[in-house]
């Protein structure tokens, strides 16, 4: 088993549209989690970091179930360039583990 | 400005070459770490070092090697016993002791020719 899954997508939405995908984490003892965009041929880069109680960055919201094992990623009013790859990563203090990603396409 | 820089961008290797992949950051940070990715699929972890002078195999080293000398480097050697090594090679560093994440460089396009 993996140890961080995502749904691979795509999402295909229009502007303005709110989309939200999940991701599931297979280790417990995880305790830094982040999403991260990646563009095509491009590499990673950090969108957010999860906290526990949740968090929010301008439109994007990242919520943190630790009972379920598994972390979110919502975007609200979503922009033509929100259309990316967003990897959600999960570990510890020495090694984290990348999902496959979640493809999102915002259509105009 | 910091940042993680890895050279060179596309590479070519010849069957049964060695080839060398740099990685250097100037962001004092204790960790680095060396990824594949294959097109479609996630980031696959190669190797590791959490101090200079010690590393740690990751889940696909085989074919692979690496130092860590000092602090701002971390190469990573791409052996003539890797046998599939077409892909797109990331490395990233970190600081540990916190909820940090990695800074990835702008990553090595490696094709065998």
């Known amino acids: 088993r993996k140890e961080v899954e995502q749904d691979p997508g795509p999402f295909n939405v229009p502007e303005g549209a709110t989309v939200a995908f999940n991701c599931t984490y297979s280790n417990s003892a995880s305790q830094s989690f982040f999403w991260y965009r990646q563009d095509c041929r491009k590499e990673p880069k950090l969108l957010m970091s999860v906290y526990s109680s949740g968090n929010e960055d301008g439109r994007f919201t990242a919520q943190l179930n630790r009972a379920s094992q598994y972390i979110s990623l919502l975007i609200r009013d979503s922009k033509l360039s929100d259309s990316a790859t967003y990897l959600c990563v999960g570990g510890n203090d020495y090694k984290l583990s990348f999902g496959a990603g979640t493809t999102v396409t915002v259509r105009a | 400005d910091g940042g993680i820089t890895q050279s060179p961008k596309y590479l070519f290797r010849k069957e049964g070459q060695n080839v060398t992949l740099s990685c250097e950051q100037n962001l004092n940070h204790d960790a680095m770490y060396w990824y594949r990715q294959d097109p479609g699929q996630g980031l696959r972890l190669i190797y590791y070092s959490q101090i200079v002078n010690d590393f740690q195999k990751g889940d696909i080293a085989e074919g692979y090697s690496v130092s860590r000398e000092k602090k701002e480097s971390f190469p990573l050697t791409v052996t003539s016993a890797q046998k599939n090594p077409t892909a797109f090679y990331l490395c990233?560093?970190?600081?540990?002791?916190?909820?940090?994440?990695?800074?990835f460089g702008s990553g090595t396009r490696l094709t065998v020719v």
């Open positions: 990233a560093s970190r600081n540990t002791g916190g909820n940090y994440g990695y800074t």
